[in-house]
């Protein structure tokens, strides 16, 4: 865990006290909710009670029937997110919600660029650029070529650098999709959650 070490001097260098200030990391949260009307209001509304900004956020079904899944992330200390995700799991129509650092996800994002495609057609800079970034093109017009870029969003950012000189038309990106590596599965925590309402 890392800490900022903060020395504070009083009227002596005897006198020294040091906090711990926990530093913001990024978190992936995993919201399993009923697939209804209304939910993404009510989850995201603990957020914005807490004055937490959200980074990007994803809907999806999962692999459970008629259960939805949000992916959400945030910058944050380790602590507040614990909390975040206590009061998420206390609201009518959330299964479950799981919280994972950076190490514990296998995420990717996906963006598309839309440039003139008179500077991509002919083999140039912009082509090479394209290749090297392990991007493809998505769509050919005769006015514009689509490029759709697969990856974390320092990859995407650094394609967009490169391409910025040749003119991007319209560019558009997707939230976070994750999977954690940890195995065990929802199924479980929710048969789990059915025989604790039974007893």
Do not use: C
């Amino acid at each position: 865990m890392n800490f900022l070490y903060v020395y504070t001097y009083g009227a002596s260098w005897k006198h020294r006290a040091t906090k711990h200030i926990e530093m913001k990391k990024t978190f992936t949260l995993s919201v399993f909710t009923a697939n209804k009307a209304g939910i993404l209001h009510r989850v995201t509304t603990g957020f914005t009670r807490r004055k937490i900004n959200i980074e990007s956020i994803t809907a999806s079904p999962s692999e459970v029937d008629n259960i939805h899944r949000y992916t959400i992330v945030v910058n944050l200390e380790e602590e507040n997110v614990k909390q975040l995700v206590t009061a998420l799991e206390k609201q009518i129509e959330v299964h479950k919600a799981f919280y994972h650092s950076e190490q514990n996800v296998v995420y990717q994002e996906i963006a598309l660029y839309k440039i003139p495609s008179g500077v991509i057609t002919h083999g140039g800079l912009a082509e090479k650029i394209v290749r090297q970034h392990g991007a493809r093109m998505l769509a050919a017009e005769e006015q514009f070529t689509v490029i759709e870029k697969t990856g974390h969003a320092a990859e995407i950012e650094a394609l967009f650098i490169e391409l910025e000189p040749f003119n991007i038309l319209e560019f558009t990106r997707s939230g976070r999709v994750a999977i954690s590596k940890p195995m065990r599965e929802l199924r479980e925590y929710l048969e789990e959650l059915e025989a604790a309402a039974e007893n």
